[in-house]
């Protein structure tokens, strides 16, 4: 049960659009209508920003949206801010009634 | 209001047992799923296992599996980590999470604020 893959870096300026990906098998992402992202700022709890793939909790803004094709599943963070520079991690439900994480990506606002 | 609070930090040698703690309130305890997540030094997050306190029914991710024991005490709405022998490699940050459902498919909504783990001779 590998980790799900992601980029190790995304930067982008602020106002910017970027696009995390995240890459699985057709044991989690590809079988999983439960893919979820979360946002991890250093010394802090994770935080939940994505779940079931496009939902946002409560709260989380508009400017973060999910999608998924196949084995794969994206983050995308629209209008970059300063305070979205964080660690982004996602998740998927697996076939043997697990979740996994991904490797994290590492988001940097020039 | 909705929280988990965990134990507080630890310093264990190798070969020490060690149990830590994730107490939660403010939403239906015994019907929702609470999961362990492993965080060590400049890695990743690790998905560990979870636990539905209400049948004490347990899933390990398979790396964890015999390395930890996931245990719970309803009555005072408490969830435990636990080992038996600590390892250098235990070294971590560990957090306590639960979707707030019954379902263990769902995603983490409620985190606790992590519990420091260091095992060092």
């Known amino acids: 049960q590998s980790a799900l893959t992601q980029p190790a870096s995304v930067s982008g300026s602020p106002g910017q659009s970027i696009t995390i990906s995240c890459t699985g098998s057709s044991s989690d992402v590809g079988s999983s209508k439960y893919v979820s992202w979360y946002q991890h700022h250093p010394g802090e709890a994770p935080k939940l920003m994505i779940y079931d793939v496009s939902n946002r909790p409560s709260g989380v803004s508009n400017r973060f949206s999910g999608s998924k094709s196949g084995n794969a599943a994206s983050l995308t963070i629209s209008g970059l801010q300063a305070e979205d520079e964080a660690d982004y991690y996602c998740s998927s439900y697996t076939s043997s009634n697990t979740q996994v994480f991904g490797t994290g990506t590492k988001v940097t606002v020039l | 209001e909705v929280q988990l609070v965990q134990s507080g930090a630890e310093v264990k040698k190798p070969g020490e047992s060690l149990k830590i703690s994730c107490k939660g309130s403010?939403?239906?305890?015994?019907?929702?799923?609470i999961g362990w997540v492993r965080q060590m030094p400049g890695k990743g997050l690790e998905w560990m296992g979870i636990i539905y306190p209400g049948d004490s029914d347990t899933r390990y991710r398979p790396s964890f599996q015999g390395q930890v024991t996931i245990s719970v005490d309803k009555s005072i709405n408490t969830t435990f980590l636990q080992w038996n022998s600590l390892k250098a490699s235990d070294t971590a940050m560990y957090y306590c999470?639960?979707?707030?459902?019954?379902?263990?498919?769902?995603?983490?909504?409620?985190w606790g604020q992590g519990t420091k783990v260091t095992v060092s001779p």
């Open positions: 403010g939403f239906r305890f015994p019907h929702c799923w």
């Open positions: 999470a639960t979707p707030g459902t019954g379902d263990s498919w769902d995603a983490f909504h409620i």
